[in-house]
Nanobody, 122 residues
């Protein structure tokens, strides 16, 4: 029962910054890739950024140079630093983790957070 809880969302002005955090709780034996997704009203959920267990990162073209994903394995957390925010970044942001939970099966299963709202006003 891995549970992910996001925090740090809110209302900011265009050009502002926000830092999202996501913490995992429950039985976690190991964490593979972590990521952030977002979904705007009426639109499909899209990938924002990912970070592997080896700290290799990828960011969507729309956020490159503005957003930075990072992780803290000891605390089982993933972060998203968002700078130079634009109204187009307005969405619900969801964190994602592939976590190993079984002692007998070497499987990493996906877990999702409940989402945190980010609103960027112009």
């Amino acid at each position: 029962q891995v549970e992910l809880v996001e925090s740090g969302g809110g209302l900011v002005l265009t050009g502002g910054s926000l830092r999202l955090s996501c913490a995992a709780s429950g039985s976690v034996l190991g964490i593979g890739v972590m990521g952030w997704y977002r979904q705007a009203p009426g639109k499909q959920r899209e990938l924002v950024a990912t970070i592997t267990a080896g700290a290799i990162t990828k960011h969507a073209d729309s956020v490159k140079g503005r957003f930075t994903i990072s992780r803290d394995n000891a605390k089982k957390m993933v972060f998203l630093q968002m700078n130079s925010l634009k109204p187009e970044d307005t969405a619900v942001y969801y964190c994602y983790m592939e976590a190993r939970r079984s002692h007998t099966s070497y499987v990493f299963a996906p877990s999702w957070g409940q989402g945190t709202h980010v609103t960027v006003s112009s």
